[in-house]
């Protein structure tokens, strides 16, 4: 996907809700060719431990699902220098609040 900048060797991690058109859209044109675990239930720890083992490079989310990462970061320290990109729908602050 070209005005994304997707490289070959991008983790992703889509937290977006699958009955929303993104979620599904992300969801199967975009991520099951090349591989995917879904969660069913969203857990913004959970989130954040998959980012930090898996090293993912780039998140798709859902602003309130968003909102919940960024709380859940100000708990714990949490190693989030693999991540390049942030895609969502949300305000500046929250993009601002996403430090890894």
Known sequence: MYGLSLLKTDIYLCVLPLFHVAGIMFS??????????????FDPQKALELIEFEKVSIVFSFSPMLEQIVEK??????????VRMVVSITYPECFKNFKP
């Open 73 to 82: 970061m100000k708990e714990k320290d949490y190693r989030l220098s693999s």
């Open 28 to 41: 199967l044109i975009f991520f099951m060719p090349v591989g995917q675990c879904d969660h069913v239930q």
